[in-house]
């Protein structure tokens, strides 16, 4: 991958097959972290509303899925060379 390419791979599975569609840190990486927007914990904007999915950050998703399987034995890495924070 490229300094300017994602990869991403992600399914909302077929809850009336019983297939979850996603594993556990992707789950609350992207479900939790991303789309529902609870990983974020900065009013990028400045407009007094933190909790807004479009406003989560790589950095942040990361952080609250690792948090959040924490009881699970894995070791979760972020290597994105990325200076700053990376806005989704």
């Known amino acids: 991958m490229g300094e300017t390419q994602l990869a991403a791979v992600y399914s909302i599975g077929d809850p009336l097959a019983g ?3 996603e594993g556990l840190f992707s789950h609350w990486f992207v479900n939790q972290g991303m789309l529902q927007g609870n990983a974020n914990i900065h009013d990028y ?3 007094s509303v933190v909790m807004e999915p479009n ?8 952080d609250y899925a690792e948090q959040n ?3 699970v034995r894995r070791n979760p890495v972020i ?3 990325f ?6």
């Open 19 to 21: 297939e979850p569609g």
């Open 45 to 47: 904007d400045q407009d």
């Open 55 to 62: 406003q989560v950050t790589v950095e942040e998703a990361f």
């Open 69 to 71: 399987t924490s009881a």
């Open 79 to 81: 290597i994105d060379n």
């Open 83 to 88: 200076q700053n924070d990376l806005l989704l």
